[in-house]
T-cell receptor, first 111, second 114 residues
């Protein structure tokens, strides 16, 4: 099985509260990614990391921040959750000439 | 604007038919990947193509990377109900340098009816 896990798997939170999603990989991959998946939109890149403490924005980064203090961990924070951030969030890890692995997703509902 | 355009978005066919899914872009890619995703699960990598003009076969699935490295196709021969799923293409733009920004198309939702 792929060595990447996401937590929590499901979360319901209230509008305006901060939320942190966690991604942990054991593949020693250099690159890690956070995506959100909504009907009709496929996977949209939120933020990605190309090394410890090296991160960059994706196409839908507004309202999100990330941190990567260790190779294996990549955190996604919703600074003040809104209903438009209700989605399924996927983390992935990847390295050149290797297979990309995805977590099983986190279903986030903002009420 | 979507960097990778996939077509068709939806495809419903009968068991035994052949089909082709397309992934197109105006940008050049270092590599393109194809994934399959089932409901409630994360995408699973099917193949990576890295050389312009490359053709890779995976049982009944044939993947092709365009000569100019801007497009790719996935052809399934004699589709089976087990092929049902969301097929996604993804790529790393060549202009992205060493940061490896992996971006996805919107996907093709394939349904194979028995």
């Amino acid at each position: 099985d792929a060595g990447i896990t996401q937590s929590p798997r499901h979360k319901v939170t209230e509008t305006g509260t901060p939320v942190t999603l966690r991604c942990h990989q054991t593949e020693n991959h250099r690159y890690m990614y956070w995506y959100r998946q909504d009907p009709g939109h496929g996977l949209r890149l939120i933020h990605y990391s190309y090394g410890v403490k090296d991160t960059d924005k994706g196409e839908v980064s507004d309202g999100y921040s990330v941190s990567r203090s260790k190779t294996e961990d990549f955190l996604l924070t919703l600074e003040s959750a809104t209903s438009s951030q209700t989605s399924v969030y996927f983390c992935a890890s990847f390295d050149r000439n290797t297979e990309a692995f995805f977590g099983q997703g986190t279903r986030l509902t903002v009420v | 604007t979507q960097l990778l355009e996939q077509s068709p978005q939806f495809l419903s066919i009968q068991e035994g038919e052949n089909l082709t899914v397309y992934c197109n872009s105006s940008s050049v890619f270092s590599s393109l990947q194809w994934y399959r995703q089932e409901p409630g699960e994360g995408p699973v990598l099917l193949v990576t193509v890295v050389t312009g003009g490359e053709v890779k076969k995976l049982k009944r699935l044939t993947f092709q990377f365009g000569d100019a490295r801007k497009d790719s196709s996935l052809h399934i021969t004699a589709a089976q109900p087990g092929d049902t799923g969301l097929y996604l293409c993804a790529g790393v733009p060549r202009s992205g340098g060493s940061n490896y920004k992996l971006t996805f198309g919107k996907g093709t939702l394939l349904t194979v009816n028995p």
